[in-house]
């Protein structure tokens, strides 16, 4: 039989790799990884407000994902420097505010490495309540906006043109992504989330040939990786988090070295 | 609101200009002249109509009190040097740009087909043609069907986007464009990387698409010396309306010679539609303004 907290991150682990497919493939196709990458170190400083609220730590990032999120996106609006140039700044200085702000905070020291990487085996039910919670809410609002955002995502202008509302949609989807960073921390943690979205959207790429079915194929590749990584981390005695992702990575070296080779 | 059916783009007030209803004169030497579309109010039944606009980008008027009105049916050509603010203007005017100064309307059914000036696949959305077709609204296969064969490209039907041709490609955004039923088709510069023949097929195909399915048309041309004949009217732009009218009254125009130069004036050339089938271009040499009277006619002709 599997242990309780083996089969917690189990369920865990395949709750996000459904939650997390159609959000990695938007984050791909809009090629959005380094948004996403400085909305999630700044998610430290979001466990720093719970801890020093005294709230839910999942709430507290979520709530610091968004804010930071919108003003990523206001930022984008100058043109003098590359949005690029400012995210490669921006994402160093969000996880060092977030590692001082955690710091500050007093009472028994933060387990730091734990909200790097994620520690998927301290899973806890209230933590499953938020991942199929939100996941929940992210699914649902995702497929409800599926065709404006698959239109934008094609062509923004295009989109814009034929009368598809460009900031609504963007907004809705950052937001959506926040709660999925937030909901995601405990599993992989805030440096590795980024991955746990991008790396099964590219391993899925070359085999797709309609939008749809990459989002499948992103799930299942998850999904898993997800269940590999956590063998592997059973009997190596790796960590959790970091053992999905590079299962994960090796999937996509895979992917991308056959349609490199089949491209010939 | 006095025109409950008009959809307010952008609640700025149209910029005025000095108390009269001259347009002032330009830097670029073009005489003051009336405004383009006769006067300061927003034309009742125009698709859009844009009053005073103005874009000012690092310190430069990219745009400045611009008039323009695109009524049903009517196909707008717009003509203009190189970085004149053609596409800006037309951003502007399909709403992905907000003026700094002036005032878009546009008519609450407004249905737009927009064909970009460029249009770069991104290899990271795996998609096929009929997919790409379906996303713009109005698919049905049978219309699908009828529109790719009218614009000669149904055998690309199953095929990724990113395994298309620049010419494929272009000839699918415009098929998506009209399967929306639009009531305004805009092309930006949608010969970009065409050859002549393929140009005076575009043109072709346009003028007759207008004619069966009636819709207005914004064409932004790449060209100053060849402009579709089927033009109602001729929008000459550089950074404002320089001159307007039907395609051989803007040839003739001063305005017209004297930013375009001489030479450009003498090649004006408007390309009418023969229904013979055959591709052949009928360059019809213009009298231009004075100064060029002694020049001999470039071109398809010689002088009359």
Request: contains cysteine.
């Given at each position: 039989?599997?242990?309780?907290?083996?089969?917690?991150?189990?369920?865990?682990?395949?709750?996000?790799?459904?939650?997390?497919?159609?959000?990695?493939?938007?984050?791909?196709?809009?090629?959005?990884?380094?948004?996403?990458?400085?909305?999630?170190?700044?998610?430290?400083?979001?466990?720093?407000?719970?801890?020093?609220?005294?709230?839910?730590?999942?709430?507290?990032?979520?709530?610091?994902?968004?804010?930071?999120?919108?003003?990523?996106?206001?930022?984008?609006?100058?043109?003098?420097?590359?949005?690029?140039?400012?995210?490669?700044?921006?994402?160093?200085?969000?996880?060092?505010?977030?590692?001082?702000?955690?710091?500050?905070?007093?009472?028994?020291?933060?387990?730091?490495?734990?909200?790097?990487?994620?520690?998927?085996?301290?899973?806890?039910?209230?933590?499953?309540?938020?991942?199929?919670?939100?996941?929940?809410?992210?699914?649902?609002?995702?497929?409800?906006?599926?065709?404006?955002?698959?239109?934008?995502?094609?062509?923004?202008?295009?989109?814009?043109?034929?009368?598809?509302?460009?900031?609504?949609?963007?907004?809705?989807?950052?937001?959506?992504?926040?709660?999925?960073?937030?909901?995601?921390?405990?599993?992989?943690?805030?440096?590795l989330?980024?991955a746990f979205?991008v790396v099964p959207a590219v391993a899925a790429?070359p085999l797709?040939?309609?939008?749809?079915?990459?989002?499948?194929?992103?799930?299942?590749i998850a999904a898993a990786s997800v269940v590999a990584g956590l063998w592997l981390s059973?009997?190596l005695?790796w960590?959790?988090?970091p053992s999905i992702v590079v299962v994960m990575s090796v999937a996509a070296g895979l992917a991308l070295t056959s349609a490199?080779?089949?491209?010939? | 609101?006095?025109?409950?059916?008009?959809?307010?783009?952008?609640?700025?007030?149209?910029?005025?200009?000095?108390?009269?209803?001259?347009?002032?004169?330009?830097?670029?030497?073009?005489?003051?002249?009336?405004?383009?579309?006769?006067?300061?109010?927003?034309?009742?039944?125009?698709?859009?109509?844009?009053?005073?606009?103005?874009?000012?980008?690092?310190?430069?008027?990219?745009?400045?009190?611009?008039?323009?009105?695109?009524?049903?049916?009517?196909?707008?050509?717009?003509?203009?040097?190189?970085?004149?603010?053609?596409?800006?203007?037309?951003?502007?005017?399909?709403?992905?740009?907000?003026?700094?100064?002036?005032?878009?309307?546009?008519?609450?059914?407004?249905?737009?087909?927009?064909?970009?000036?460029?249009?770069?696949?991104?290899?990271?959305?795996?998609?096929?043609?009929?997919?790409?077709?379906?996303?713009?609204?109005?698919?049905?296969?049978?219309?699908?069907?009828?529109?790719?064969?009218?614009?000669?490209?149904?055998?690309?039907?199953?095929?990724?986007?990113?395994?298309?041709?620049?010419?494929?490609?272009?000839?699918?955004?415009?098929?998506?464009?009209?399967?929306?039923?639009?009531?305004?088709?805009?092309?930006?510069?949608?010969?970009?990387?065409?050859?002549?023949?393929?140009?005076?097929?575009?043109?072709?195909?346009?003028?007759?698409?207008?004619?069966?399915?009636?819709?207005?048309?914004?064409?932004?041309?790449?060209?100053?010396?060849?402009?579709?004949?089927?033009?109602?009217?001729?929008?000459?732009?550089?950074?404002?309306?320089?001159?307007?009218?039907?395609?051989?009254?803007?040839?003739?125009?001063?305005?017209?010679?004297?930013?375009?130069?001489?030479?450009?004036?003498?090649?004006?050339?408007?390309?009418?539609?023969?229904?013979?089938?055959?591709?052949?271009?009928?360059?019809?040499?213009?009298?231009?303004?004075?100064?060029?009277?002694?020049?001999?006619?470039?071109?398809?002709?010689?002088?009359?």
């Open positions: 039989m599997l242990e309780p907290f083996l089969v917690r991150a189990l369920i865990a682990g395949l709750g996000l790799a459904i939650i997390a497919a159609p959000l990695g493939c938007f984050v791909v196709w809009q090629r959005m990884a380094y948004f996403g990458e400085t909305v999630a170190q700044a998610g430290l400083i979001g466990v720093a407000l719970g801890l020093a609220l005294q709230m839910s730590l999942t709430l507290g990032v979520m709530l610091i994902a968004v804010v930071v999120a919108f003003l990523l996106i206001g930022l984008s609006r100058q043109k003098v420097v590359a949005l690029d140039s400012i995210l490669g700044l921006l994402h160093h200085a969000a996880l060092a505010t977030g590692v001082i702000a955690t710091a500050m905070i007093s009472g028994p020291p933060v387990d730091l490495m734990g909200f790097l990487f994620g520690d998927v085996f301290a899973i806890t039910s209230e933590d499953l309540a938020w991942i199929f919670g939100g996941g929940a809410i992210v699914l649902v609002v995702v497929a409800w906006l599926w065709q404006p955002l698959l239109r934008l995502a094609v062509h923004q202008d295009l989109a814009a043109a034929e009368g598809v509302d460009r900031e609504l949609v963007r907004s809705v989807f950052i937001t959506l992504l926040a709660v999925a960073i937030a909901v995601a921390m405990k599993i992989v943690g805030i440096l989330v980024m979205l790429r797709a040939r309609s939008p749809e079915r990459m989002v499948v194929l992103t799930a299942l059973s009997i005695d960590p959790g988090g490199a080779y089949y491209q010939r | 609101m006095a025109h409950p059916d008009w959809r307010r783009a952008h609640a700025d007030a149209p910029a005025r200009g000095p108390s009269s209803d001259r347009v002032p004169p330009c830097k670029h030497g073009c005489a003051p002249q009336e405004r383009p579309e006769g006067s300061a109010s927003f034309s009742a039944n125009a698709l859009i109509s844009a009053r005073g606009l103005g874009v000012r980008r690092n310190g430069r008027d990219l745009l400045s009190n611009v008039y323009i009105d695109i009524s049903e049916r009517e196909i707008v050509t717009l003509i203009g040097p190189n970085g004149a603010g053609k596409t800006t203007l037309v951003r502007v005017l399909l709403g992905l740009e907000r003026p700094d100064q002036g005032e878009v309307r546009r008519r609450d059914d407004l249905r737009i087909g927009y064909v970009p000036q460029r249009f770069d696949v991104d290899a990271v959305i795996p998609m096929t043609v009929d997919r790409f077709l379906l996303l713009g609204g109005n698919g049905g296969a049978k219309r699908t069907a009828a529109i790719l064969d009218e614009v000669d490209a149904s055998y690309t039907r199953n095929q990724q986007l990113t395994e298309l041709s620049g010419g494929e490609l272009q000839r699918i955004v415009l098929a998506r464009a009209l399967l929306r039923e639009p009531n305004l088709l805009v092309l930006d510069e949608p010969v970009q990387g065409v050859d002549y023949t393929g140009e005076v097929e575009l043109y072709n195909l346009i003028g007759r698409l207008r004619d069966e399915y009636g819709f207005g048309v914004l064409l932004v041309s790449h060209d100053l010396h060849f402009v579709m004949a089927k033009s109602d009217r001729v929008l000459c732009l550089n950074h404002h309306v320089c001159c307007s009218g039907v395609p051989e009254a803007v040839a003739q125009h001063p305005a017209y010679v004297r930013i375009f130069g001489e030479e450009a004036a003498r090649a004006f050339a408007v390309y009418h539609h023969h229904h013979d089938h055959s591709h052949d271009i009928s360059g019809e040499p213009l009298p231009v303004s004075d100064e060029a009277e002694s020049e001999p006619v470039s071109g398809g002709g010689s002088r009359a």
